[in-house]
């Protein structure tokens, strides 16, 4: 039977509108969840005359779930009545769909892109949120992973320049899905950051209260991001707190893992995923997560002392940017008078080297803070002095703290003298011989 068949890819989905014996028969084929090789899920509405039939969501591999569809359609519809061949309809939609879900993007010639302009990677939030790619922070329960993403979410949303926290930022539509707290705890939040900042306006990310695993969600975002920023240039951040409920709660299996991944692709913004540390203190879940994520962050926090915590960031993994140093941030907490409540929370920078994490710090870095801090220091005295600050073993150091003197010497940082190492910005001892200016960069 000759029929008119339009069929085109609509947000993570796809719609098929076809024609039987005059009847316009539409399907919209969304929430495709791929289980093993084999296997594909979807939800898939059907309308006849644009009249909806059926929700429902066969496995499109299954004959039986084809089965158990097609007697659905035909309760609702008999095909007697309508001239519409159920079976022959669903089989062709499942074929479609398998093929579209399977062929994924079409193959590029390298060629043809030869002379194609590479974007340089840019930061949202620098050093912390990359644009266009899959940032994760990670940490112990209690570090204050949220505070931290939500700090740079108010940033981001209102345009704030805030010299206290030393980062860089643009201006960016900020979409905040939540998995683990309620909307009242954030507005909370985003109040007392706020108040810490002192920006008077309203904060207008986008909250959403999220109970379904993100590969399921994928096509309410699209919409979501299509009604609220549709024709709108700036850049859109998805946060996502957190990512083992955003999985269905089963970070150690792999699929689910690459699953969501996959849909942060689908959804083609910069993303900032917060997850958690497992009871070893590792990256929690499949090792899929270290290495779908292109900029990685560990948040570790101090002892707790009344009114303020300090959090540490590491920088664990980066696959286009260079390694960033430690960064330390002292969050205040100031209580209202009359409740005792918190009212603000005001965030600072700090020099890690000044916090419980010094002893993370490279040695490289303790070597510099020594002589700056304490003055001319013999040579054979840094190795155990690094040692103390580090908490570590000196037999170990010795090597790395004579190759930090003499690069430091050489990028003029640092003097030596019969034997003792100078600060050079407040010596006035000359060196031995004249060195040569080097480009070497202290990693700390």
């Not at 929430?31 to 898939?44: N, P, W, Y």
Request: aromatic letters at 8%; proline letters at 3%.
């Amino acid at each position: 039977m000759d029929h008119v068949t339009t069929w085109q890819k609509v947000g993570s989905g796809y719609q098929w509108i076809d024609n039987w014996a005059g009847h316009d028969v539409k399907a919209e084929i969304s929430r495709l969840v791929s289980k093993g090789q084999d296997s594909l899920k979807a939800q898939v509405c059907v309308w006849l005359d644009d009249v909806q039939l059926v929700r429902a969501h066969p496995t499109l591999t299954s004959m039986s779930s084809m089965r158990d569809f097609c007697r659905l359609l035909e309760d609702r519809r008999k095909a007697t009545d309508y001239g519409i061949n159920w079976r022959d309809w669903a089989e062709e939609l499942a074929g479609r769909t398998l093929d579209a879900h399977r062929q994924g993007q079409p193959e590029v010639a390298v060629s043809d892109l030869w002379d194609k302009e590479i974007e340089q990677d840019t930061w949202l939030v620098e050093p912390y949120i990359l644009e266009s790619k899959s940032n994760v922070i990670y940490g112990d329960p209690g570090t204050a992973k949220s505070m931290m993403a939500l700090q740079w979410a108010a940033l981001m949303d209102t345009g704030h320049v805030n010299s206290q926290l030393k980062v860089v930022t643009r201006r960016a539509n900020v979409l905040y899905l939540d998995y683990e707290t309620d909307e009242t705890e954030i507005l909370h939040r985003l109040k007392w950051l706020h108040r810490g900042m002192e920006i008077t306006a309203p904060s207008n990310v986008i909250y959403r209260y999220c109970t379904q695993p993100l590969v399921v969600e994928t096509d309410y975002i699209l919409d979501l991001i299509e009604r609220r920023w549709g024709g709108d240039d700036t850049p859109i951040v998805i946060m996502v707190d957190s990512m083992g409920l955003a999985t269905g709660g089963k970070l150690v299996d792999e699929e689910m893992v690459i699953s969501y991944f996959a849909a942060l692709r689908v959804l083609g913004s910069t993303s900032l995923t917060i997850t958690h540390t497992n009871k070893d203190g590792h990256l929690f879940g499949s090792q899929y997560t270290l290495a779908a994520a292109r900029n990685l962050w560990e948040v570790k926090r101090s002892a707790v002392t009344r009114g303020q915590i300090d959090v540490g960031l590491f920088h664990r993994k980066s696959n286009s940017v260079g390694k960033e140093v430690p960064r330390a941030y002292r969050l205040n907490f100031t209580p209202d008078p009359t409740t005792g409540t918190t009212q603000s929370v005001n965030i600072v920078a700090k020099d890690p080297i000044d916090t419980d994490f010094a002893r993370e710090m490279s040695v490289a870095k303790v070597v510099l803070h020594i002589i700056e801090t304490e003055g001319p220091t013999s040579k054979d005295a840094l190795p155990k002095l690094v040692a103390e600050f580090k908490e570590a073993k000196e037999d170990g150091l010795r090597a790395a703290v004579k190759t930090a003197i003499s690069r430091f010497c050489k990028a003029h940082k640092l003097v030596e003298k019969d034997g003792m190492i100078y600060d050079h910005a407040n010596s006035t001892v000359a060196p031995d011989k004249e060195e040569k200016d080097d480009l070497w960069t202290t990693q700390f």
